[in-house]
């Protein structure tokens, strides 16, 4: 017995603070739910107060004459959540809910000596169930849940579930009547129930929470109206149903011990859009909500919260046709439901809340293990601050300290999908193997995300789009050949690059570029073309003639000046056999070849090759023609790199 005890304690008291609930006892901040669930065989505690304050201005009856006066209206609203993780998309949620309400009465002329100051009422009124059910569509921050829930009556306060007037004539309501112009004058009501599409997405650092939905609500009422200065009174036995449109929105940034949040709610209820002919209606609830929340590494974690209405609250549009009655009109039950209190009631116009919760997991022993290491960068070593995250579980990411690299999570036994990402480095991503009880160690080496270089490479005179141009980083080493349209693009690591574009019949081109991850640069590249004009031999010879010579020292003082590779290419004419013709044709390229490397230019810059008489510049059929085949043609095929 005693070690189950100690187990239980265990249990209650050495968990961490996984995730903490809203009011329905899910996970999220106070009124918001997050999509993401709580995970498997985690659990939440907590217990919600909050205070509201609002100053209205009523009509009050007193002693046959009517005085406007401003009373003072408290709520005090109190929710013990429950939450637990049935799974590691599932969740179940449960909560009850104790109210107050209470309105302080100004003081009027015999008001308060005939009425008192204070008419209260309280009691617990709803208990309530909650489901989620999650989806994590392969984003790690991104999720989508579905969130169906009912509110039961368990009504448990005085003698009324309204307030009411115990004391005398104070110009609200007659003696022993429900106050029903205030803004909570109701304990609960009969039933409540709907479903909301969550959706909660981890922007880094701020997180978003959006709840849409349809909410229904039920409320009787009971009581008799009277007429003022009259003898006549109706039996009210009535039912209100209200179809509601939901709609809230939260954002939360956590930082290192705390978390700052803010809620903003809106309710439209879609059958109480009838007006007075004034142009005027009373269907809508708005409320911002900001709030601090403390969270501790041992699963405590304590809420400071305020809460201000978008006021347009209106005492006559609460008083379930009261108004109507009095003016001398026999309002039916459809005319009162315009004019019934809101379920739940209109919030306060100001409002403070705390909130006290603790978090933990059911699993203990070897059902979990802890996976811890270092991430670093890959080329330098250095330690990294990295977010180590568990997609498509509810398990909390990990950040990596900035300083060491080092990280640590606990995971649940069997398979987990774990990625690692680092502004500016490539994420990586894996599947471990978690065994019960057993502590391992995974280390994370991310390779820098590489910068890209792209751009053009177009003919400076012309300015068309050169093909097939290279386009090089030569100590990376990378490069890519443009198309037909110029272009180019290939990355690069982090840092400072030569980048090199050549292309046949062009003179080359350089340029540096300091490049950071992740970014782009643009280089665009003019090439210079260059040509030089064939040289021609006599009849049957591969002699250079004296009048190419200074040609030859020309075309070999631009080969050096330049860094050029060249391809020489003997041809024939169709004079003899075509054996004969390519052997020709070889020597007229070797004799060329010859005389450029004894004038100084490197063999390395140069090749030859032969065609024989299978190229010719002209067609063979004069002694003309055949003199202008008899040729040595250049070729600059590229540029040294």
Same mark, same amino acid.
């Given at each position: 017995?005693?070690?189950?005890?100690?187990?239980?304690?265990?249990l209650?008291?050495?968990?961490?603070?996984?995730?903490?609930?809203?009011? /329905?006892?899910?996970? +999220? &901040?106070?009124?918001?739910?997050? =999509?993401? #669930?709580?995970? !498997? %065989?985690?659990?939440?505690?907590?217990?919600?107060?909050?205070?509201g304050?609002?100053?209205?201005?009523?009509?009050?009856?007193i002693?046959?004459?009517?005085?406007?006066?401003?009373?003072?209206?408290?709520?005090?609203t109190g929710?013990f959540?429950?939450?637990?993780?049935?799974?590691?998309?599932?969740?179940?949620?449960g909560?009850?809910?104790y109210?107050w309400?209470a309105?302080?009465?100004?003081?009027?002329?015999?008001?308060?000596?005939?009425?008192?100051?204070?008419e209260?009422?309280?009691? /617990?009124?709803?208990? +309530? &169930?909650?489901?989620?059910?999650? =989806?994590? #569509?392969?984003? !790690? %921050?991104?999720?989508?849940?579905v969130?169906p829930?009912?509110?039961?009556?368990?009504?448990?306060?005085?003698d009324?579930?309204?307030?009411?007037?115990?004391?005398?004539?104070?110009?609200?309501?007659?003696?022993?009547?429900?106050m029903?112009e205030?803004?909570r004058?109701?304990i609960?009501y009969?039933?409540?129930?709907?479903?909301?599409?969550?959706?909660?997405?981890?922007?880094?650092?701020?997180?978003?929470?959006?709840?849409?939905?349809?909410?229904?609500?039920?409320?009787?009422?009971?009581?008799?109206?009277?007429?003022?200065?009259?003898?006549?009174?109706?039996?009210?036995?009535?039912?209100?149903?209200?179809?509601?449109f939901?709609?809230?929105?939260?954002?939360?940034?956590?930082?290192k011990?705390?978390?700052l949040?803010?809620?903003?709610?809106?309710k439209?209820?879609?059958?109480?859009?009838?007006?007075l002919?004034?142009?005027?209606?009373?269907?809508?609830?708005?409320?911002?909500?900001?709030g601090?929340?403390?969270?501790?590494?041992?699963?405590?974690?304590f809420?400071?919260?305020?809460?201000?209405?978008?006021?347009?609250?209106?005492?006559?549009?609460?008083?379930?046709?009261?108004?109507?009655?009095?003016?001398?009109?026999?309002?039916?039950n459809?005319?009162?439901?315009?004019?019934?209190?809101?379920?739940?009631?209109?919030?306060?116009?100001m409002?403070?809340?705390?909130?006290?919760?603790?978090?933990?997991?059911?699993?203990?022993?070897?059902?979990?293990g802890?996976?811890?290491?270092?991430?670093?960068?890959?080329?330098?070593?250095?330690?990294?601050?990295?977010t180590?995250?568990?997609?498509?579980?509810?398990i909390?990411?990990?950040?990596?300290?900035?300083?060491?690299?080092?990280?640590?999570?606990?995971?649940?036994?069997?398979?987990?999908?774990?990625?690692?990402?680092?502004?500016?480095?490539?994420?990586?991503?894996?599947?471990?193997?978690?065994a019960?009880?057993?502590?391992?160690?995974?280390?994370?080496?991310?390779?820098p995300?590489?910068?890209?270089?792209?751009?053009?490479?177009t003919?400076?005179?012309?300015?068309?789009?050169?093909?097939?141009?290279?386009?090089?980083?030569?100590?990376?080493?990378?490069?890519?050949?443009?198309?037909?349209?110029?272009?180019?693009?290939?990355?690069?690591?982090?840092?400072?690059?030569?980048?090199t574009?050549?292309?046949?019949?062009?003179l080359?081109?350089?340029e540096?570029?300091?490049?950071?991850?992740?970014?782009?640069?643009?280089?665009?590249f003019?090439?210079?073309?260059?040509?030089?004009e064939?040289i021609y031999?006599?009849?049957?010879?591969?002699?250079?003639?004296?009048?190419?010579?200074?040609?030859?020292?020309?075309?070999?003082?631009?080969?050096?000046?330049?860094?050029?590779?060249v391809?020489?290419?003997?041809?024939?004419?169709?004079?003899?056999?075509?054996?004969?013709?390519?052997?020709?044709?070889?020597?007229?390229?070797?004799?060329?070849?010859d005389?450029?490397?004894?004038?100084?230019?490197?063999?390395?810059?140069?090749?030859?090759?032969?065609?024989?008489?299978?190229r010719?510049?002209?067609?063979n059929?004069?002694?003309?023609?055949?003199?202008?085949?008899?040729?040595?043609?250049?070729?600059?095929?590229?540029?040294?790199?």
């Open positions: 017995m005693k070690k189950s005890i100690l187990v239980f304690c265990l209650l008291f050495a968990g961490s603070a996984i995730a903490l609930p809203s009011f /329905f006892g899910l996970r +999220g &901040l106070n009124r918001i739910v997050d =999509a993401k #669930p709580i995970g !498997a %065989g985690e659990f939440s505690l907590a217990l919600f107060g909050n205070l304050l609002s100053k209205d201005t009523r009509n009050a009856y002693g046959g004459t009517h005085y406007d006066v401003e009373d003072t209206e408290y709520d005090g929710y959540t429950i939450g637990i993780g049935l799974g590691e998309k599932v969740e179940l949620g909560r009850v809910t109210v309400n309105l302080k009465r100004a003081d009027a002329s015999t008001r308060i000596a005939d009425a008192g100051d204070n209260t009422d309280d009691g /617990f009124s709803e208990a +309530g &169930l909650s489901f989620k059910i999650s =989806a994590n #569509p392969g984003d !790690a %921050g991104l999720w989508i849940g969130m829930w009912a509110d039961f009556s368990i009504y448990d306060g005085g009324s579930p309204y307030v009411t007037n115990y004391d005398g004539n104070d110009g609200i309501w007659h003696h022993l009547q429900p029903f205030m803004r004058a109701m609960g009969e039933l409540g129930a709907g479903a909301d599409l969550l959706i909660s997405a981890d922007l880094n650092p701020l997180v978003l929470h959006t709840n849409i939905g349809f909410h229904y609500y039920k409320q009787n009422f009971q009581f008799t109206d009277y007429r003022y200065g009259t003898s006549d009174s109706v039996e009210i036995d009535m039912t209100v149903e209200d179809p509601v939901h709609a809230a929105v939260g954002l939360e940034l956590p930082l011990g705390i978390t949040f803010v809620e903003s709610e809106w439209h209820f879609m059958k109480r859009d009838f007006e002919g004034d142009n005027e209606d009373y269907d809508d609830i708005i409320t911002i909500s900001p601090l929340r403390f969270p501790t590494s041992s699963g405590f974690a809420d400071i919260t305020g809460s201000f209405a978008l006021d347009n609250f209106d005492p006559e549009w609460s008083d379930l046709g009261h108004g109507l009655y009095q003016a001398g009109r026999t309002p039916t459809v005319d009162r439901s315009h004019f019934a209190p809101f379920p739940g009631g209109y919030p306060a116009s409002s403070f809340g705390v909130g006290l919760m603790y978090s933990s997991d059911l699993r203990v022993g070897p059902g979990t802890i996976m811890s290491g270092t991430v670093t960068d890959a080329l330098t070593g250095d330690a990294l601050q990295a180590v995250a568990f997609p498509g579980s509810a909390e990411p990990a950040v990596s300290d900035a300083e060491t690299g080092f990280y640590s999570a606990e995971l649940p036994e069997g398979s987990v999908g774990v990625t690692v990402n680092s502004p500016g480095y490539i994420g990586v991503g894996e599947s471990v193997q978690v019960g009880g057993v502590d391992f160690t995974r280390n994370y080496a991310l390779q995300e590489p910068g890209t270089v792209m751009g053009s490479v003919d400076i005179e012309t300015g068309l789009a050169i093909a097939s141009a290279t386009v090089a980083a030569p100590d990376a080493p990378v490069s890519d050949r443009t198309g037909t349209d110029g272009l180019y693009e290939f990355n690069v690591n982090e840092g400072t690059w030569t980048i574009a050549s292309a046949s019949g062009y080359g081109a350089t540096s570029v300091n490049i950071l991850s992740g970014d782009l640069a643009v280089v665009d003019q090439l210079q073309s260059v040509a030089f064939p031999f006599i009849v049957n010879l591969y002699t250079i003639q004296p009048e190419y010579t200074a040609v030859l020292d020309d075309i070999a003082e631009d080969i050096i000046a330049n860094g050029l590779v391809q020489i290419s003997g041809h024939a004419d169709s004079d003899y056999t075509p054996e004969y013709n390519q052997t020709l044709s070889e020597n007229r390229a070797m004799a060329v070849y005389y450029l490397v004894d004038h100084g230019v490197s063999p390395s810059s140069l090749s030859t090759i032969g065609y024989g008489e299978d010719p510049a002209v067609p059929t004069s002694a003309a023609n055949k003199a202008l085949n008899r040729r040595v043609e250049f070729v600059v095929h590229t540029t040294a790199i």
